[in-house]
């Protein structure tokens, strides 16, 4: 009797507990064009990396739908002195693995962010320390004033520091040498969805946190990424019902998904800018023939490139009208943005871009190599294609050097920035334009962690100078008029060459929901399947 009485409890037991039967649980199956490359937080300050990371670790600071700031690890934040910022940490938090979430792991991880490998150093740029004041607060000391120094949070996952000391990764790797260690293909975060496996370059699996602390408005059990390079192949795969959704749409196929019966389309303007630009630092070019010179010193080369290139055409007849050119590097929604530095700093004139490369001394033009990544943008190998038959119109011969995201970040960006002439796209993290300051067009300093994207070394002094009084400035028509300033510095340099906003848009079976915000981000905790 005492048997039976305990069977009987314990199936009364679990017939109360919530869990998911087979026939109940919701699989999702999604596709990019490229890997995720690692799976530590802090490998790469890249968007597709940050957002797929973000479903597993989770920043003090995260964005709503409307991309405003709102209480994540974090439930209050405050300036409490003009240079300390004061957190307040969420309690009853649990990492992956069970063990609890503390001030000690957030000191850990702001060491480890900005030490070693991390490729996300430049987001605490103004920061000059962190200490713990009990056990769920921790305070931040800035470099001056720093107004909008939560809004560079928001994709710093925190990382367990008992979990990262055990298995030896208590530094980030770095994945520009090819290191690793136990973070790069396992994860332990706080998220909504944990990793179950890992394949890379193939799939990579995430399911549910039963634990989570938020409530889930997803209903997402399992959800299995795949990387699937070829566009046709991808594009096949949705239509055959192997994936659910498809993040990276190739333009050429935008109006068949959109027209097929069980699909739909989501589309709507990107922040993220797509440009060129060129080694302006070393006195002789890595990837040139050409010896003891480097041309791109010379304003009058950079504005021939310039105006070499139309940008009217590569919207056309590249991005089918999928895209928006641009003159600047920042464009509408971020916070800073100068309509008037916007347009074009100078016509697409072939003609005179000749005439540049004959004053400058190149009236032949001179061979260089274009690295372009071709599984990061949309078309972005084609867009590298099309630049070459540009530049080749105005006597330049260059080489394309199409790669994969992996071995193209690896060889443009920090610590070799090996790279003479590249294409790259950025999104403003914190939705401002000192971001795009201080990562781009600050001269390169890595031991104050600026300039740590500007690949190829653009150096203006009053540039340095407005970029650090817009970090501390706090009155809105003076930092404004800073950021213009040093927005006309940049485009009367020539100094970059700004392509285009793309255009974000992806393609799902019509049961299933997402939310789509202009800085690209996919979060499975928006996903819905009806």
Same mark, same amino acid.
């Given at each position: 009797m005492r048997k039976a009485f305990f069977v009987a409890a314990i199936a009364g037991l679990l017939a109360a507990l919530p869990f998911h039967s087979p026939a109940d649980a919701k699989p999702f199956r999604w596709a990019n064009d490229g890997d995720v490359n690692s799976m530590d937080p802090y490998a790469r300050n890249e968007t597709f990396l940050l957002t797929f990371m973000l479903n597993v670790y989770e920043p003090l600071v995260r964005r709503d739908a409307q991309l405003r700031l709102e209480p994540s690890l974090a439930t209050q934040w405050a300036q409490v002195a003009p240079t300390v910022w004061r957190f307040t940490l969420r309690q009853g938090v649990r990492f992956h693995d069970g063990s609890p979430f503390t001030a000690d792991d957030v000191v850990f991880s702001y060491h480890r962010v900005t030490s070693g490998g991390s490729n996300l150093k430049g987001n605490f740029a103004t920061a000059k320390g962190i200490r713990k004041i009990d056990e769920f607060t921790v305070e931040v000391d800035t470099d001056g004033v720093d107004p909008i120094f939560p809004e560079q949070l928001t994709v710093w996952g925190i990382m367990s520091k008992a979990w990262a000391e055990k298995n030896n990764a208590a530094v980030a790797s770095d994945i520009t040498k090819n290191e690793e260690n136990f973070a790069t293909r396992n994860a332990n975060g706080t998220g909504p969805f944990m990793l179950k496996s890992r394949e890379p370059d193939v799939k990579t699996v995430l399911v549910r946190n039963p634990g989570w602390w938020d409530k889930a408005t997803h209903d997402v059990d399992e959800a299995t990424f795949f990387r699937i390079g070829n566009d046709a192949t991808r594009v096949a795969a949705l239509l055959s019902g192997e994936v659910d959704f498809v993040y990276t749409v190739p333009p050429q196929d935008h109006d068949r998904l959109g027209r097929t019966s069980g699909l739909k389309i989501v589309q709507g303007p990107e922040l993220r800018v797509i440009y060129l630009s060129f080694d302006q630092l070393r006195d002789e070019l890595t990837d040139s023939p050409l010896k003891g010179k480097n041309p791109f010193k010379d304003k009058r080369v950079r504005q021939a490139f310039y105006q070499a290139i139309d940008v009217e055409a590569i919207k056309s007849r590249v991005m089918r009208n999928q895209s928006v050119p641009?003159?600047? /590097?920042?464009?509408?929604?971020?916070?800073?943005?100068?309509?008037?530095?916007?347009?074009? &700093?100078?016509?697409?004139?072939?003609?005179?871009?000749?005439? /540049?490369?004959?004053? &400058?001394?190149?009236?032949?033009?001179?061979?260089? *190599?274009?690295?372009?990544?071709?599984? $990061?943008?949309?078309?972005?190998?084609?867009?590298?294609? !099309? %630049?070459?038959?540009?530049? &080749? $119109? %105005?006597?330049?011969?260059?080489?394309?050097?199409?790669?994969?995201?992996?071995?193209?970040?690896?060889?443009?960006?920090?610590?070799?920035?090996?790279?003479?002439?590249? /294409?790259?796209?950025?999104?403003?993290?914190?939705?401002?334009? @000192?971001?795009?300051?201080?990562? /781009?067009? @600050?001269? #390169?300093?890595?031991?104050?962690?600026?300039?740590?994207?500007?690949?190829?070394?653009?150096?203006?002094?009053? %540039?340095?100078?407005? *970029?650090?009084?817009? !970090?501390?400035? *706090?009155?809105?028509? #003076?930092?404004?008029?800073?950021?213009?300033? &040093?927005? #006309?510095?940049?485009?009367?340099?020539?100094?970059?060459?700004?392509? @285009?906003?793309?255009?974000?848009?992806?393609?799902?079976?019509?049961?299933?929901?997402?939310?789509? *915000?202009?800085?690209?981000?996919?979060?499975?905790?928006?996903?819905?399947?009806?």
């Open positions: 641009i003159g600047s /590097l920042v464009g509408p929604g971020v916070n800073g943005y100068v309509p008037e530095i916007g347009g074009r &700093a100078a016509p697409y004139d072939p003609e005179a871009a000749r005439r /540049l490369l004959a004053a &400058a001394g190149y009236p032949q033009g001179f061979e260089v *190599t274009l690295d372009c990544p071709n599984d $990061r943008y949309v078309n972005d190998e084609a867009i590298c294609t !099309a %630049v070459v038959g540009m530049l &080749a $119109r %105005v006597g330049m011969k260059v080489n394309l050097n199409a790669q994969t995201r992996a071995r193209f970040f690896a060889k443009v960006n920090a610590p070799g920035f090996n790279t003479s002439f590249y /294409l790259l796209g950025w999104t403003p993290s914190t939705y401002d334009a @000192h971001n795009v300051l201080i990562s /781009l067009m @600050h001269s #390169r300093d890595n031991a104050r962690s600026r300039g740590q994207f500007n690949n190829g070394g653009y150096s203006n002094a009053e %540039v340095d100078m407005l *970029t650090d009084l817009v !970090a501390k400035e *706090t009155d809105k028509a #003076r930092r404004q008029a800073y950021i213009t300033r &040093a927005f #006309r510095l940049l485009a009367d340099d020539f100094g970059y060459i700004p392509l @285009h906003q793309q255009t974000i848009v992806w393609a799902m079976k019509r049961n299933v929901d997402v939310v789509q *915000t202009p800085d690209n981000y996919f979060y499975l905790r928006n996903v819905k399947i009806r």
